[in-house]
């Protein structure tokens, strides 16, 4: 399997601009995660999903922020407009459920968000 | 609230000489637990995890855990490190299955010196 996929893997962006970021999940896992690292924050945990359908978008900073999922097989994360405070780095991830046994996310290698 | 405490944001040590990177969980009924870790400018990797069954987890590239319910902690550690564990260690909790929500620490740096 080739993991999970994100991209683009860089991406620089004017402020006011929409911003697609794309995730491509690993086949079979039924979770699908969006994460934001910044320095100052961390790693956030912005929305996530379970078998497509969005469980908990709480993290979400805000409206500005939107997440899909059509399939099994592919997720996106919007910002419009984007702003100089949404540069971070973006990582998604995916999952099977931990009462599997099998447990624990596998990451993309991130996309890196620069809005200037 | 739940939450996870890494009790060390940067860790200095010399080479071959042994680490432990602290984590404390909330306490909770019941917890998986995992460690991650990132290399500069990649994504994170997972280390280890405990989800049941022997306290003490063995992971990759050395780095072994255990998984302390007395204590809510879960301390990673490496008898010998390499310059080349140089990144950043984070420690992440699952505080219900049903929702498979990972909650992760603040990061411990672990810096390896020649």
């Known amino acids: 399997d080739a993991g999970v996929i994100q991209s683009p893997r860089h991406e620089v962006t004017e402020m006011g601009q929409e911003v697609t970021l794309r995730c491509k999940p690993i086949?079979?896992?039924?979770?699908l995660f969006w994460y934001r690292q910044t320095m100052m924050r961390g790693l956030e945990l912005l929305i996530y999903f379970n078998n497509n359908v969005p469980i908990d978008d709480s993290g979400m900073p805000e409206d500005r922020f939107s997440a899909k999922m059509p399939n099994a097989s592919f997720s996106t994360l919007k910002i419009q407009p984007s702003e100089p405070r949404d540069s971070a780095v973006y990582f998604c991830a995916s999952s099977l459920r931990v009462a599997t046994g099998v447990g624990g996310y596998t990451f993309g290698s991130g996309t890196r968000l620069t809005v200037v | 609230a739940q939450s996870v405490t890494q009790l060390d944001s940067q860790v200095p040590v010399f080479e071959e000489a042994p680490v432990e990177l602290r984590c404390n969980y909330s306490?909770?009924?019941?917890?998986?637990l995992f460690w991650y870790v990132q290399y500069p400018n990649q994504g994170l990797q997972l280390l280890l995890k405990?989800?049941?069954?022997?306290?003490l987890v063995k992971g990759i590239n050395g780095f072994e855990a255990e998984f302390n319910k007395s204590q809510t902690s879960f301390h990673l550690r490496k008898p010998s490190v390499h310059i080349s564990d140089t990144a950043e260690y984070f420690c992440a909790v699952i505080y219900s299955s049903n929702t498979g929500k990972l909650i992760f620490g603040q990061g411990t740096t672990l810096q390896v010196k020649p």
């Open positions: 086949s079979g896992h039924d979770y």
């Open positions: 405990y989800l049941s069954g022997s306290t």
């Open positions: 306490s909770s009924v019941s917890v998986y």
